[in-house]
């Protein structure tokens, strides 16, 4: 079963940056795609970005030209990397793994970890 622990959040102001880390374990890392989610108070939690397991990328349309998403391969570790930071950013920050970048994209999963809180002050 995959562990995923999610770190590097923190409350910065606007315009401000940010680099969350997730390390994962439990899982062939280089064989499966990988994702960063949040989930603002009251909303659903929603796709940020994604790196398929041969590099491929995706990013929602929010964090275009702001965020990217990178992997190591060697330290099983999953990165975001936050520029610009706006107040409507503020949400957990989770990740997520599969060997489908389908059920990355439709958030299909059946756990979580714990997620880091990104909060960001206008």
């Known amino acids: 079963q995959v562990q995923l622990v999610e770190s590097g959040g923190s409350t910065v102001q606007s315009g401000g940056s940010l680099r969350l880390s997730c390390v994962v374990s439990?899982?062939?890392?280089?064989?499966?795609?990988m994702g960063w989610y949040r989930q603002a108070p009251g909303k659903e939690r929603e796709l940020v970005a994604a790196?398929?397991?041969?590099?491929?990328?995706k990013y929602e349309d929010f964090a275009k030209g702001r965020f990217t998403i990178s992997k190591d391969n060697t330290k099983n570790t999953v990165y975001l990397e936050m520029n610009s930071l706006k107040p409507e950013d503020t949400a957990v920050y989770y990740c997520?793994?599969?060997?489908?970048?389908?059920?990355?994209?439709?958030?299909?999963?059946?756990?979580w970890g714990q997620g880091t809180q990104v909060t960001v002050s206008s």
């Open positions: 790196i398929a397991s041969g590099g491929g990328l």
């Open positions: 997520n793994a599969d060997r489908s970048l389908l059920k990355l994209v439709t958030l299909d999963f059946a756990s």
């Open positions: 439990g899982i062939i890392f280089s064989e499966n795609s």
